[in-house]
């Protein structure tokens, strides 16, 4: 088998990758090994071939990485600041429950000593998977 033929099945390979999992990093090797079955008519040494899909590869991954939106790290704690309230019993250093966003979370009093009852307002402090830390409103008020 050439290696225009295996150049270009690597090639089909890595662009089915990127179907399967988006990231331009299958688009920019599946493009890099297009160039280098093309080039490989020319280019006959193995070793060089790999070279030039290494260096083209490099380069596409860089260029195409401008492309990918940048995380925005307002949504890693979305809420914080916000007011939640109470819906079951906080105890000292256990886990009770929130109403916040339309729906009912987990949630921890980081101010441990405080008991908090049903219908006490709490203010979201940080979140940790899919529970909520919060202290109660009337800490920043004392």
Same mark, same amino acid.
């Given at each position: 088998?050439?290696?225009?033929?295996?150049w270009?099945?690597?090639?089909?390979?890595l662009? @089915? +990758?990127?179907?399967?999992?988006? *990231? #331009?990093?299958g688009?920019?090797? !599946?493009?890099? /090994?297009? %160039?280098?079955?093309?080039?490989?008519?020319?280019?006959?040494?193995?070793?060089?071939q790999l070279?030039?899909?290494?260096?083209?590869?490099?380069?596409?991954?860089?260029?195409?990485?401008? @492309? +990918?939106?940048?995380?925005?790290? *307002? #949504?890693?704690?979305p809420?914080? !600041?916000e007011? /939640?309230? %109470?819906?079951?019993?906080?105890?000292?250093?256990?886990?009770?429950?929130?109403?916040?966003?339309?729906?009912?979370?987990?949630?921890?009093?980081?101010?441990?000593?405080k008991?908090?009852?049903?219908?006490?307002k709490v203010?979201?402090?940080?979140?940790?998977?899919?529970?909520?830390?919060v202290?109660?409103?009337?800490?920043?008020?004392?």
């Amino acid at each position: 088998m050439s290696a225009f033929v295996l150049w270009l099945i690597l090639a089909v390979f890595l662009w @089915l +990758l990127e179907f399967l999992a988006p *990231a #331009l990093v299958g688009a920019s090797l !599946g493009s890099a /090994a297009i %160039v280098v079955a093309l080039l490989s008519r020319w280019v006959h040494n193995g070793f060089w071939q790999l070279g030039l899909f290494t260096l083209l590869s490099g380069v596409l991954i860089l260029l195409t990485r401008r @492309l +990918l939106p940048k995380p925005d790290h *307002a #949504l890693e704690n979305p809420g914080e !600041g916000e007011i /939640a309230l %109470v819906t079951s019993t906080i105890h000292p250093g256990e886990i009770g429950r929130v109403a916040f966003l339309g729906t009912t979370w987990n949630a921890r009093c980081d101010a441990q000593e405080k008991l908090l009852p049903p219908g006490t307002k709490v203010i979201v402090i940080g979140q940790k998977g899919n529970m909520l830390n919060v202290i109660p409103t009337d800490l920043l008020n004392s």
